[in-house]
């Protein structure tokens, strides 16, 4: 062979194991190349997931993409830490407490391998236990797209749907008991309202009339003879006036008292008080003395004791300066009618 041939030959042979060797080492590449990709594709998605949990369409697309890779994705180590923890907080749980916190624990699992589904069967138990129904509803929904099951996939989605109905539920109860607690809270704010007005009121009175003593008039006209005793005949309304009061009693022989939680009273002056001391009754509606609902005790007595029956609405008219309240307890009215008669009392500061 011409010695020009055989080193072209011998360049031809190189060449060829020249080509032979790159085809190898491309298909070598080609093939390790889609598996890496999608890993990084996978990795990024999963970044993109942890600072957005609450996407949901990024999650499901996740975990579509996980599912048509082959091998399968495996979860990373310190999702399986967090998933035996989670586990062991589960079983060792007895309230809702104990319940969210192994959630929270399979949220740390679920977060580092969101296509895991096992991860998210146990979020699912520990948030419906939990009673956190919308977080199991979406455990539960993100299973049934990872899992392989297609069985354990339509459980999921009908317990997801059994969820909703607690969920629901609870959130009417949630909302009635909201309701009852802000009634209760106004009406605690009204009930404070309507105490500091009445001790206001009561304040009132206390700071013109406490230490003073009063003397009783009665209002009439005649005396009327009963046998054994007298009784005023009362006034009208035309007969209320100044020259029919008469002094009723020595000296001063009324005063008020306060040791009454809430009340207003004029009781005769006693060393001895018991319930026939008291002559009237105030209780406030508000923060002034108009606001005073006046009433006068009906008295009982029983084998030498006094006790106090009832109560009948008075009427009253009360200085504000505390110098004099008069007032009857035939009516808490009086008639308009110029002949109706009543028993008034006036009790006039000394």
């Known amino acids: 062979m011409p010695a020009i041939e055989k080193k072209v030959l011998i360049i031809a042979v190189c060449c060829l194991h020249a080509a032979a060797s790159v085809a190898q080492t491309s298909g070598t590449k080609s093939s390790k190349s889609p598996a890496k990709a999608n890993a990084a594709e996978l990795a990024q998605m999963a970044d993109q997931l942890r600072q957005s949990p609450r996407d949901d369409a990024l999650r499901e697309r996740l975990i579509r993409y996980a599912r048509t890779m082959s091998p399968p994705p495996k979860p990373p180590e310190e999702a399986r830490r967090w998933f035996v923890r989670g586990n062991v907080a589960l079983a060792d749980a007895h309230e809702k407490a104990d319940y969210a916190h192994a959630a929270s624990l399979f949220e740390q699992a679920v977060s580092n391998a969101p296509w895991w589904s096992d991860a998210y069967a146990a979020l699912a138990k ?6 956190n129904f919308d977080g199991a509803i979406r455990a539960l929904r993100s299973f049934a797209i990872a899992t392989t099951s297609e069985k354990d996939a339509r459980e999921a989605e009908d317990r997801s749907y059994a969820l909703e109905e607690k969920r629901d539920r609870q959130a009417k109860r949630d909302e009635a008991q909201r309701r009852d607690q802000e009634a ?8 404070d309202r309507r105490r500091r007005g009445n001790e206001a ?3 009132a009175v206390r700071d013109r009339v406490e230490g003073a003593t009063y003397t009783r008039w009665i209002c009439y006209t005649r005396m009327i003879d009963q046998g054994d005793h007298s009784t005023a005949d009362g006034c009208s309304i035309a007969e209320y006036g100044a020259k029919n009061w008469h002094s009723w009693g020595s000296g001063p022989i009324e005063r008020f008292d306060f040791s009454e939680p809430g009340a207003i009273r004029v009781v005769f002056i006693s060393a001895f008080p018991n319930p026939s001391s008291i002559s009237l009754e105030g209780r406030p509606n508000g923060s002034s003395t108009a606001d005073i609902t006046w009433r006068c005790p009906i008295l009982h007595w029983d084998n030498g004791k006094t006790t106090i029956s009832g109560w009948r609405d008075a009427w009253v008219r009360y200085e504000p300066d505390g110098s004099s309240i008069t007032y009857t307890c035939d009516t808490p009215r009086p008639s308009s009618n ?5 028993q008034y009392t006036w009790f006039r500061r000394n």
């Open 126 to 131: 520990a948030d419906e236990s939990s009673e």
């Open 184 to 191: 209760r809270a106004r009406a605690a704010a009204e009930e």
């Open 201 to 203: 009121a009561i304040r």
């Open 338 to 342: 110029p002949t109706t008669k009543y």
